[in-house]
């Protein structure tokens, strides 16, 4: 179960375990809800969101793999 911090702590940061990197790392204090005054930690500073590939990136990814196998 998560942690709930009150609505001050939202925007600060707050030293929490990241799933990620597998250690303790600074996070963002996020809201809980749209309408709730409770905040949780959120992603991680330390490397940022995920990025998600854009069709056109991910299709070049695979031929570039597909490159190094079969040269």
Known sequence: ????FSEQAIGESYLAWCTTCSRM???RMDRVT????????????E???????????AQRRAKQKQRELFP
Do not use: F
């Open 47 to 57: 490397h940022g969101p995920r990025v998600e590939l854009t069709k056109a990136q």
């Open 25 to 27: 790392t600074m996070h």
């Open 1 to 4: 179960m998560s942690e709930h």
């Open 34 to 45: 749209v309408t709730s005054h409770a905040s949780k930690p959120g992603p991680c500073l």
